[in-house]
């Protein structure tokens, strides 16, 4: 049985899965996708279209942008925030303001079992692979491997963890 707090705007055509918790003035778009026994921390902003796998966590005060495709057991901290477009502007260059065609939305992949520390910032076009580690305070500009272990500012490769996100492997 899903619960889904009585402040939370979810649009009816999202899709929100068996066991999932909704909590807090979190707001779901239309179409947006979350799978079962998920948690759904409170001011989360999922857009349309986004796609959550199963038993995923997203913490309080995360902005998932639509072109986000999140595999299962992703674990996304406090204040995350998933962008999309490269190029954002309001405007257009005749001055107009941008609509919905008007954005060139970038696909960012997340892979089964990854971590993203509180308050990283996720650029477009980025496929973070499975259980990968990203330290909190991050900016991702880059692909991080498989078990790859980033942070920083931009993020850079460090090390590599296990499927626990125990260190196995410095780099220099």
């Not at 405007?91 to 954005?103: T, V, Y």
């Not at 259980?131 to 272990?149: E, Q, R, Y």
């Amino acid at each position: 049985m899903k619960t889904i707090h009585k402040t939370a705007e979810v649009s009816e055509k999202a899709s929100i899965g068996n066991d999932t918790k909704v909590w807090h003035f979190a707001h779901i778009r239309e179409n947006a996708t979350i799978g079962d026994s998920c948690i759904i921390g409170k001011n989360v902003y999922i857009d349309f279209d986004v796609k959550i796998g199963n038993k995923c966590k997203v913490q309080n005060n995360s902005s998932i942008y639509h072109g986000a495709n999140i595999e299962d057991g992703v674990f996304i901290g406090p204040h995350v925030v998933i962008t999309n477009d490269k190029y954002p502007r309001a405007i257009n260059i005749d001055g107009s303001l941008k609509g919905n065609s008007d954005w060139t939305v970038l696909q960012t992949n997340i892979g089964y079992g990854a971590s993203i520390g509180a308050n990283s910032v996720v650029l477009p076009g980025i496929k973070i692979g499975r259980f990968a580690l990203i330290g909190s305070g991050s900016v991702v500009t880059k692909d991080v491997p498989d078990f790859g272990l980033v942070y920083g500012n931009p993020a850079k490769l460090a090390g590599y963890v296990n499927e626990a996100g125990q260190l196995v492997k410095k780099l220099k």
